[in-house]
């Protein structure tokens, strides 16, 4: 029996990358697409997008090492705090591993050249592939004929001559081929990722000057509520019942829980040294956002602190 090609495609659920899936399942290979879930983004858009284009989806949680490029990223920030370029890297990386551990053939992307001036041109998708380890066994199939031929097309593993030469930013050909390649669904462009928010931005900002070694849940907590920082103290105030329960969920050992005792209100989480003034102002802010209390005198509140 013929032994069938299998391909990895990072897979976001966006157009590029379902297509880059159905040109390689044209050629009758077999493709798990590829979805990562991190702390500041998840696997939602892909997972719709697989169901409705009847993709083979696999999630991989890579949170904990993703989190390490956020704090640290080589090459820098995008925008807000979005460290793009290393972050697609780790995504390629972590593929690359896959790929050898359960013996696919190659890694796949959706890349597009010249899409992204700066990560997208032909020098950095050699860097990218150099870095990843993946030196010929990387292929972009929505402009492969436009790049060096890879080991992959040498090897007769893919048809080069089915592989496409789209390169910019107009979106033009890939409209063309929604209809070619029969996409049933694709959403429309961006979003998704927290770190490309210019205010969730600040937010990561203040905690990396604030903590030296921000831990998972810190990062975690920056999803929810309003937060006033003392300090290295963080006082997050929950803005709904959702919020409010997360907070209780999302408290560690270390951390302290203030409601008001006689009246409805937030939930506030305190995370840091609690001295004093800090338990005052925690008080303080909790009073402020219940519609209750707002108007009254904290210090002749009572409060739950646990
Ligand atoms: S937008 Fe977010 S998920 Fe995408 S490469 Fe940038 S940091 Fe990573």
């Known amino acids: 029996m013929i032994k069938k090609i299998r391909a990895l495609v990072l897979f976001s659920g966006g157009l590029d990358s379902t297509l880059a899936v159905k040109v390689l399942e044209k050629q009758n290979i077999e493709v798990v697409a590829l979805s990562f879930v991190s702390y500041f983004f998840d696997d939602t858009k892909a997972k719709i997008s697989a169901e409705k284009n009847n993709l083979n ?26 460290p793009c370029i290393d972050c697609h890297l780790l995504m390629i990386r972590e593929a690359g591993k896959i790929m050898r551990a359960e013996g696919f053939d190659f890694v796949a992307t959706g890349e597009i050249l010249g899409q992204r001036p700066m990560s997208q041109n032909l020098q950095s998708l050699k860097i990218i592939e150099k870095e990843a380890g ?38 033009q050909r890939q409209l063309e081929l929604v209809k070619e390649l029969s996409v049933d669904y694709y959403p429309s462009p961006g979003g998704g990722c927290m770190l490309t928010e210019i205010e969730f931005g600040k937010k990561l900002k203040k905690l990396l000057q604030a903590i030296e070694k921000p831990t998972a849940s810190d990062f975690a907590l920056l999803q929810v509520g309003r937060i006033f920082w003392t300090g290295s103290t963080r006082i997050v105030v929950g803005r709904n019942s959702e919020e409010n329960e997360k907070l209780k969920k999302m408290r560690e050992k270390q951390d302290t829980l203030v409601e008001l005792q006689d009246f409805m209100g937030p ?38 602190v646990c």
């Open 57 to 82: 989806l696999r999630s991989v949680n890579f949170a904990d090492i993703h989190c390490d490029v956020v704090k640290n990223p080589k090459r820098g920030y995008g925008k807000a705090m979005n």
């Open 267 to 304: 939930v506030t989480l305190v995370r840091g040294i609690v001295i004093g003034e800090i338990m005052e102002e925690a008080k303080k802010i909790t009073a402020s956002y219940s519609k209750h209390t707002k108007q009254m005198d904290y210090r002749k509140l009572s409060f739950l």
């Open 134 to 171: 993946l030196e010929g066994r990387l292929l972009r199939p929505l402009s492969a004929k436009l790049l060096d031929e890879t080991e992959v097309e040498k090897q007769g593993l893919v048809d080069r001559e089915q592989l496409l030469d789209i390169s910019g930013r107009s979106r």
